[in-house]
């Protein structure tokens, strides 16, 4: 075997593995550009050519970071991969707003927004989908990072000129203003965009979300993260919502809860089927999911919460489980343990009763440290493990 069939072999196996252990998806990249970005992170290691690259990476994972931001060329930008947009503004937001009543609230989660281009950019395409009068009565649009410092810039919403480059003339007269130096996105868009530190790994979902856009984010994390964070994905999402994935990323998560949308743009459906159980509570009844503070109080809930558990919208925050009509001294006390680290077991799953008496179940997944915070996904007795 010659040195170019080897090389070419070991790149392969480079690819292979890049997939396996985090999912990349390497169709969007043209083999030449692929193979530059990763020549300049093989030679910063020291690294002896492919395979020994692949050693590397196994025994210093944090060699992913440079690697993709190297690959993606980590810089985020309004309407970045066009195509994606296109998918957004023409069947996207179309089915999205098909599925809605009329006034019915719009929520979007951007996560990973870094310093604000995909929020604002989503935000452009609604508001100019709905008018700014609907947009600014009914749309919700939750940006999150971990970095401080990218926040500050995304709320600030000032861009120079470069920046502003891929933004069409007529959007950018319809939605910034100028100033010295740059474009300030105006109020009328800004106010609808609300910013908070989130780390995907550890915090709870935002919950009863249409669209959740997260690009180019979950190849920073091993396969295990990826499957924790897809299925609280799946949780934050309603029956029918849009999740857009970055064209780098492939899904994992377990069971079939999310259909293709569109493979080239690799945005995906919640399936509405997936959620949903049989029992005393009803017939179709959805899974409720709730949050607990590591005090043990509720901090959010889905819709189906108000359902299943009697938790009233206008006085749930801040109530103990009990207060909320769920009086199990096993359950409490399971909940205490997990919470504080104290039991051994990563999740829990106990049988109680709801408030109308109906048996339930309740699967409670620990994020975060210790003390924890805690995830709950209820749903009837006897209906599919979440």
Same mark, same amino acid.
């Given at each position: 075997m010659n040195v170019d069939s080897t090389r070419a072999d070991e790149f392969a196996h480079l690819i292979a593995y890049l997939r396996d252990a985090r999912g990349f998806d390497a169709a969007p990249f043209t083999p030449g550009v692929l193979a530059a970005r990763i020549d300049a992170r093989v030679a910063a290691t020291g690294a002896d050519g492919y395979a020994d690259y692949v050693d590397y990476l196994e025994v210093h994972p944090d060699e992913f970071r440079p690697l993709f931001d190297a690959i993606l060329l980590n810089v985020t930008a309004f309407f970045r991969d066009p195509e994606t947009f296109a998918c957004l503004r023409e069947v996207v937001l179309p089915? %999205? *707003? =098909? #599925?809605?009543?009329?006034?019915? !609230? +719009?929520?979007?989660?951007?996560?990973?927004?870094?310093?604000?281009?995909?929020?604002?950019?989503?935000?452009? *395409?609604? $508001? &100019? =989908?709905?008018?700014?009068? @609907?947009?600014?009565?009914?749309?919700? +649009?939750? $940006?999150? @990072?971990? &970095?401080?410092?990218?926040?500050?810039i995304a709320r600030a919403a000032t861009y120079p000129d470069e920046r502003m480059a891929d933004v069409p003339d007529a959007l950018r007269a319809r939605y910034f203003d100028r100033e010295p130096g740059g474009w300030r996105a105006k109020n009328t868009l800004r106010r609808r965009v609300f910013f908070g530190r989130h780390d995907l790994r550890d915090d709870a979902p935002i919950s009863r979300v249409d669209l959740l856009v997260c690009r180019n984010t979950l190849l920073y994390f091993n396969l295990d993260a990826q499957r924790r964070i897809a299925g609280r994905f799946r949780f934050a *999402?309603? &029956?029918?919502?849009?999740?857009?994935?970055?064209? $780098?990323?492939? %899904?994992?998560?377990?069971?079939? =809860?999310?259909?293709?949308? &569109? !493979? =080239?743009?690799?945005?995906?459906?919640?399936?509405? #089927?997936r959620d949903t159980a049989t029992g005393p509570v009803g017939d179709r009844t959805r899974l409720a999911v709730v949050t607990l503070s590591e005090a043990l109080r509720i901090e959010t809930w889905s819709t189906g919460a108000a359902r299943m558990l009697g938790i009233a919208t206008d006085r749930a925050l801040g109530r103990t489980l009990a207060e909320a009509g769920i009086d199990s001294e096993e359950l409490g006390a399971a909940l205490t343990r997990l919470v504080t680290g104290a039991a051994s077991e990563a999740d829990l799953d106990l049988d109680v009763q709801s408030p109308n008496g109906a048996p339930i179940r309740i699967h409670a997944v620990p994020i975060g440290g210790t003390p924890r915070r805690l995830v709950l996904v209820v749903q009837a007795a006897g209906g599919p493990t979440p």
């Open positions: 089915g %999205l *707003l =098909a #599925g809605q009543r009329s006034g019915e !609230p +719009i929520r979007v989660w951007s996560a990973g927004c870094a310093s604000g281009e995909e929020c604002y950019s989503v935000a452009m *395409l609604l $508001a &100019d =989908a709905i008018g700014l009068d @609907d947009y600014g009565a009914r749309v919700k +649009i939750y $940006a999150t @990072d971990v &970095d401080e410092g990218q926040l500050a *999402l309603r &029956d029918g919502g849009y999740l857009v994935l970055g064209r $780098a990323e492939t %899904l994992r998560v377990g069971g079939h =809860a999310f259909s293709t949308q &569109d !493979p =080239a743009s690799h945005v995906f459906v919640k399936d509405a #089927g």
